[in-house]
């Protein structure tokens, strides 16, 4: 298995096995906390050579602090076909609330095998 795409943007759609990424970033600039979140995170993965055969896919967003806290988690059943080689992955975050600016990870567990973990800061718009 091997990310060949992974990233936070402003939009992302997949259709027909063709994904579409609009404006990627890592730094988010919030005008005030609570912030509520409207972007997308998409990824490209590379399924040929996987030999587990995975049963649950989950994604989750945790703040890279002493708490590690969860502030997304999503859990879905996954079955590989025989003839898939490549995945496209597409979360919409629209009203996910962030209370605080810091540092977080957007993160896609396979059977709980982190397979991406993808950083992203969030800052006030003035910088801090």
Known sequence: MKVEISTLCE??????GQLTIVNTFDVISALKFPWRAYFHFAAKINLEY??????????????????QEKLFEVQGAYTKTVNAEKMNLVAGLKGLIFNYPGEYKFRVLFDGDIIIEHSFKLILKDGK
């Open 11 to 16: 939009y992302a759609s997949e259709h027909m």
């Open 50 to 67: 996987t030999r587990n055969n995975y049963q649950k896919i989950t994604m989750e967003i945790i703040k890279v602090d002493d708490s």
